[in-house]
């Protein structure tokens, strides 16, 4: 017990000695911009896609999403897909196929 008084009588004025340290200053900041309004695509029964309420081929929507996310540089908008339970698969991949070569970074699946 002795020795550990001796150690903290000893060590105790070197801990209250202030220690130099070089902080990071504080920069201006930009704030984070709103996220842009999501893109919803459906695909109903009959195979149609639809963009935002309005048809469009399967072959023009890599580059509208191209276009979509290039408006919103850094902030890529949310695709929300909702596809009919009867609509075809390939119709789905093709949508998808899209999306990835667009780099779209959010993609949710939401019920129809």
């Known amino acids: 017990m002795l020795v550990l008084l001796i150690i ?3 060590t105790a004025p ?4 202030p220690i130099p340290v070089n902080l990071p200053q504080p920069t201006t900041v930009v704030p984070p911009t709103a996220p ?3 893109i919803e695509l459906r695909v109903d029964a009959s195979n149609q896609v ?5 048809m469009v081929p399967v072959s023009s ?3 509208r999403m191209q276009d979509a996310a290039q408006a919103n540089t850094g902030n890529v908008p ?3 897909i909702a596809t009919d339970p009867n609509a075809e698969y390939d119709v789905m991949a093709k949508v998808l196929a899209a ?14």
Do not use: C, D, T, Y
Not at 14 to 17: A, C, E, H, K, Q
């Open 50 to 54: 639809s963009w935002n309420g309005q």
């Open 14 to 17: 070197m801990v209250s000695m």
């Open 8 to 10: 903290f009588i000893v």
């Open 61 to 63: 929507l890599q580059q």
């Open 78 to 80: 949310e695709l929300r």
């Open 36 to 38: 842009p309004p999501p």
């Open 99 to 112: 999306a990835n070569n667009a780099h779209m970074e959010k993609i949710a699946f939401v019920n129809p």
